[in-house]
């Protein structure tokens, strides 16, 4: 999104102390939140007896209230750091603009129109940027305006942490869930030990229904209540659950230290024993379950002479348009297997500010070989994050035989990990400085027209 933000240069007065010639509009990226701030507005500055400005030193200095304002502004900013990607949320106001010694704190600013300088002071305020050097151009009308800045060092990012992810392409699921869940518990195990990158596993995901075989006919059978929702979040005790599947990965979780999206599992409602859901939790490190994704989009098929599913049969859809988990690496993205194929819900994510889409799924030999890596990367790519896909095992002898091929790729489409159809565990990088390259270097963050089509992201 913009942060437009409107200033006048008090030196060339109108009837109101405005010159229209001067006036000038500024539009910066900040994702996520669109900022209208038109700084000095004529009602404030004539109750304040006040012409516009934000002059701090010179031959009108003390006529200007605009520096409490743009501190104000500036801590707004950085309440909203965490999801600035690839951008520089720089304030400006007046016309000349120079900006310079920038540190993991804003050090100073310097807004110079000829000899005057309107704007200099220090901020505490933290503002913590990509970790490049940016420079955006800027015309309006007969002045061009430059920005520069020096950003701080590779290990800070606006957007998170880099962090590692392990993908457990389960096997030998069968009809005995104990059996089930004690190999989903013993892979999590090994899937956080991974020594095969350079730090350790962060976080953790299973594929869809690893508890019970995939199919219409069994989810009845082996669904489960939960019983959670968002409202119960802090206060809500696994222990009280009568999900055998929740408490195993509760404890699994808190075991293995790790962020834990627990694939998806049959869930029967707490309300109505009739309504069923494709459910997939997700638990933090210390076992609490933080978030459940109801698959919103069900598998209701039909290729004449190679495969048809319906979900629906048995199945009721969830209704949030997206599952978003706040992490300390940065928020990332939920969705189930065919939810993959609806853009819409990994586009509300990236501008909510996620750097990743986590999709456990079960695609099949006809839909696999031909889509399971292109919806990937072309959500991946759609959107400038990561995306990261996880897969049962592949099984000749059940009844629904898995694609497999649990894949990782990065935010240019390039795939960083993936495997075959085999139990394995697929780890890889979900790295920032990745992010914020994709977005400089193809800015369509900054370059959307939502003057002339709606911003999804704000309608819902």
């Known amino acids: 999104m913009s942060a437009s933000i409107t200033a006048s240069h008090p030196g060339a007065r109108g009837r109101d102390g405005f010159d229209s010639r001067t006036r000038k509009t500024f539009c910066l990226a900040l994702p996520l939140t669109l900022y209208h701030f038109d700084l000095l507005r004529r009602s404030q500055e004539r109750a304040q007896g006040c012409q516009a400005g934000a002059v701090l030193r010179g031959q009108h200095s003390k006529q200007h209230p605009a520096p409490p304002l743009l501190r104000a502004l ?60 940016q420079q955006l151009a800027f015309a309006s009308r007969a002045m061009s305006v430059r920005i520069q800045a020096n950003l701080p060092g590779a290990s800070q990012n606006v957007i998170g ?9 389960l096997g030998s699921i069968s009809a005995d869930k104990d059996a089930n869940l004690a190999h989903a518990r013993q892979k999590i195990a090994e899937a956080a030990a991974s020594t095969k990158l350079d730090k350790a596993v962060d976080v953790v995901v299973l594929p869809e229904v690893f508890n019970s075989p995939y199919g219409s006919a069994h989810f009845e059978k082996y669904a489960e209540v939960i019983g959670w929702h968002e409202a119960q979040d802090g206060s809500w005790d696994v222990e009280l659950c009568s999900s055998p599947s929740v408490k195993m990965l509760s404890r699994a979780a ?17 309300s109505d024993a009739k309504v069923l859901y494709n459910s997939a939790p997700v638990f933090s490190p210390d076992g609490q379950l933080v978030a459940l994704h109801r698959k919103l989009h069900l598998f209701d098929i039909d290729i004449p002479n190679q495969i048809t599913f319906k979900e629906s049969e048995t199945l009721s859809a969830g209704n949030a348009p997206v599952t978003i988990i706040e992490t300390p690496f940065g928020k990332v993205g939920l969705a189930i297997c065919y939810d993959m194929r609806f853009p ?17 799924g079960a ?51 390039r795939v960083v990990s993936t495997t075959d159809e085999n139990e394995c565990i697929v780890v890889g990088t979900i790295d920032m400085k990745e992010i914020v390259k994709a977005r400089a270097g193809l800015p369509i963050t900054t370059q959307r027209r939502f003057d002339v089509y709606p911003d999804i992201a704000k309608l819902v």
């Open 74 to 133: 500036l801590t707004r900013i950085g309440e909203q750091s965490p999801n600035v990607a690839g951008t520089m949320p720089i304030v400006m106001a007046l016309t000349g603009v120079r900006i310079g010694s920038l540190g993991p704190t804003f050090r100073w600013l310097r807004f110079t129109t000829g000899s005057q300088t309107h704007f200099r002071r220090a901020l505490a305020t933290r503002l913590p940027f990509p970790p490049r050097r």
């Open 161 to 169: 942490r880099s962090f590692n992810i392990a993908l457990i392409q």
């Open 254 to 270: 808190q075991e293995a230290k790790v962020w834990l999206f627990g694939g998806s599992i049959p869930e029967r409602s707490p």
């Open 344 to 360: 819409e819900m990994a586009m509300i994510a990236a501008r909510k500010g996620c750097v990743a889409m986590i999709y456990p």
């Open 363 to 413: 695609f099949n030999l006809t839909t696999g070989p031909l889509h399971w890596e292109l919806l990937q990367r072309a959500r991946a790519i759609d959107n400038q994050i990561y995306v990261a896909t996880c897969s049962p095992a592949r099984d000749l002898s059940s009844g629904y035989h898995a694609w497999g091929h649990s894949t990782i790729v990065d935010p240019m489409a």
